[in-house]
């Protein structure tokens, strides 16, 4: 039973997260998203130990659709972080801001950037494109994602401070075309670079909050340094260019594993 304590503890996480918040905001919907989130996230843990070759892409698709048209488009929430300034702005705990705080800001101490590997509505497109594994070594242009950040924050601000009316159907829009620049941005920048998550290692604005966080995760990839071999291929399969042979905090590009589980897949002698 001990291969089915990371689906099933991710599962107690999940749903310790939803009765308290039904519980303290007296709304059922938390029950059933956060439920549905875990159980998700769970499922596609579970089918990636019972070998299931497309496990994570099952999550990436219940999850991230599920985000991205209910809440999204029907609901018309707007999950981007433009939406999170919005609701802190306001002062108002819901929606965006309890999303964030869950899965982007205090979720990775405990499940690093699981979220971007198993979530995350971007990624669940840019994921099947064809360069799975990066052609070339990646680029020092990590710093865009600090003005893409910036632009997100000041862009609802300046809203605020102009007294804007009708913010939220402004929001709705903005939700609608900063998707439709995302997903441009990463398709483009993923057949420019032959690297499918580009987008998310220079652009994202959200990895502000989830590299710093996952640096302290609980959940992280570890090396049984006694079966490794020094093949390499963990290194070769990984989208974000870990060196997970290397167990400290400080390898190099620890913050980027978004728990893909790839390189485990791969090793031949079951060392991670």
Known sequence: ?????????????????????????????????????????????????????????????????????????????????????????????????????????????????????????????????????????????????????GASLIFVGALFLAHVGNMEKIMFWAFLIGNIAYYAAGILLAFVFRDNRAFCKYICPVTVFLKPMSYFSLLRVQCDKSKCVSCGKCKKVCPMEVDVTDNSRRRKNGTECILCFECARSCPKDAL
């Open 1 to 149: 039973m001990k291969k089915y304590f990371l689906p099933l503890g991710m599962l107690a996480i999940f749903e310790t997260v939803a009765v308290t918040l039904w519980l303290a905001r007296e709304n059922i919907f938390y029950l059933f998203n956060f439920s549905y989130i875990g159980i998700s996230v769970s499922l596609g843990i579970f089918l990636f130990i019972k070998k299931y070759k497309y496990a994570r892409r099952v999550a990436q698709l219940l999850v991230g659709l599920y985000m991205l048209v209910y809440l999204g488009f029907i609901c018309g929430e707007n999950m981007q972080i433009e939406g999170f300034w919005y609701y802190l702005f306001t002062g108002v705990f819901e929606a965006a801001t309890i999303h964030y705080a869950v899965a982007k800001i205090f979720g990775p101490l405990f499940f690093g950037r699981g979220w971007c590997g198993y979530a995350c509505w971007t990624a669940m497109v840019l994921d099947f494109l064809p360069y799975k594994v990066p052609e070339k070594p990646g680029r020092k242009i990590g710093w865009i994602r600090y003005l893409t950040f």
